[in-house]
């Protein structure tokens, strides 16, 4: 059967993680490999095995050959590649932050939308192991209806020196990390009307915030808490776990450290670790994270071929991208905001 040929745009740090996860897939070819950074592109190309490489999207392109392209730069290049794609008819992936503003995370769906073709941002904390496991259990119906969330991510780690523009954007956690969480915040608990936020700046060496605290009032009726931290000093280092609370009319379902996943409810008290699969190219602590890149690529393809809207679609994304706008604007005037307001 003929592979199903892919591109990707940006051989920075976290695309390698993207590469393994294609090179993994037997009916994916990564075929081509683009970065202005020649370095990175030598790098990346020779651990792979890629020979047509490009230092211009443009021509890459314009050579063509691939049924796909997978963007995996920073933030401020997502749009232009984004449109670059769907000029060429190609079906895209695009790394998160979607865009820098959410005129331009619009305008990307716009793109696509014209050109027919998918467009799939790589939000991939929602599929992490442990966390599909919360959504498991929560659609189970062992703690009932849900009425209170918690997902909480708190940590030292020094994610600066991997990424190093971390430290310099005036915006930083909401816009980076915040992002999955709310993310996963909306796949538990569904679509937000209001949000509350307030947030820190711990570490002086850094440009944005470190700090942010969300209260998210969700259309179906679940008050919950997004609470983030890159300042959080722990007696044991839990990056890069995500923990979640949920309260339930018949119960409590409890994500903790070392993916514990304690449920209770009528029926008892479950214990499991759900613990994420290490791969064979994963490394401790990241596994968790790569795992869940290996699955939203699988998610891709399947979609890609059955002609489906991928879960975290550029529509589906905006409603996750707003979250964060709205944080900062909350956080900025000291005001809740209505999110019908600001997606209309
Ligand atoms: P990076 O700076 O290490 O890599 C980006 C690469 O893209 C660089 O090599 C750069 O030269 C190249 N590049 C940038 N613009 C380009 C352009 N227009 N044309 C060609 N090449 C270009 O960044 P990173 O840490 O790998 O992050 C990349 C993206 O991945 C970011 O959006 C980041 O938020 C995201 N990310 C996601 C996860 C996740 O779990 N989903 C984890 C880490 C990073
Ligand atoms: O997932 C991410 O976007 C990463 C990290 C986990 C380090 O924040 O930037």
């Known amino acids: ?8 745009i940006g051989c920075g740090f976290f695309a390698v993680n993207q ?17 202005r950074d020649p370095e990175r592109l030598k790098i990346v190309g020779d651990q792979f095995g890629v020979t047509r490489r490009y230092p211009s999207p443009e021509e890459m392109f314009a050579d063509g050959g691939f049924d796909f392209v997978d963007i995996a730069t920073t933030v401020g290049s997502h749009r232009a590649l984004v449109e670059l794609a769907a000029r060429h008819r190609v079906p895209a992936i695009c790394q998160k932050p979607f ?28 599929w992490q192991t ?32 991997g990424q190093p523009y971390l430290a ?28 509350t936020a ?12 470190d700090v942010a605290t969300m209260l998210l009032d969700h259309a179906g009726g679940v008050t919950s808490i997004v ?22 009319e018949k119960g409590t379902l409890r994500l903790g450290k070392d993916y514990r996943l304690v449920v209770h409810g009528p029926a008892g008290t479950c214990e ?34 059955a002609g489906k809207e991928p879960d975290t679609s550029g529509r589906d994304n905006l409603k996750t991208f707003a979250l964060v706008e709205a944080a900062y604007l909350s956080a900025g005037r000291g005001e809740t905001v209505d999110l019908a307001e600001l997606l209309a």
């Open 1 to 8: 059967m003929a592979k199903v040929k892919g591109a990707l």
């Open 19 to 35: 590469m393994h996860g294609w090179r993994d897939l037997p009916e994916v070819e990564i075929v081509a490999v683009c970065d």
């Open 99 to 126: 865009a820098p503003t959410l005129d331009d995370a619009r305008a990307m769906v716009d793109a696509a939308d014209k050109a027919g073709v998918p467009l799939m941002i790589h939000e991939n904390f929602r």
């Open 130 to 161: 442990p966390i599909l496991a919360v959504k498991e259990a929560l659609g189970s119906g062992a703690i009932g209806t849900p009425f209170w969330g918690r997902v909480s991510f708190r940590s030292g780690f020094d994610v600066f020196s």
């Open 168 to 195: 310099r954007g005036k915006r930083f956690i909401i816009e980076d990390l915040g992002i999955h969480a709310l993310d996963i915040a909306r796949f538990l608990f569904g679509d937000v009307d209001r949000m």
């Open 198 to 209: 307030r947030t820190r700046r711990v570490n002086p060496q850094i440009a944005g915030e």
């Open 227 to 248: 609470d983030v931290s890159y300042a959080t000093r722990l007696p044991e280092e839990p990056f890069p776990e995500t923990f979640v609370e949920i309260d339930g």
């Open 272 to 305: 499991q670790v759900v613990a994420p699969n290490l791969l064979p190219w994963a490394s401790r602590p990241w596994h968790n994270i790569q795992e869940s890149v290996a699955l939203i690529q699988k998610h891709w393809i399947e979609t890609l071929a």
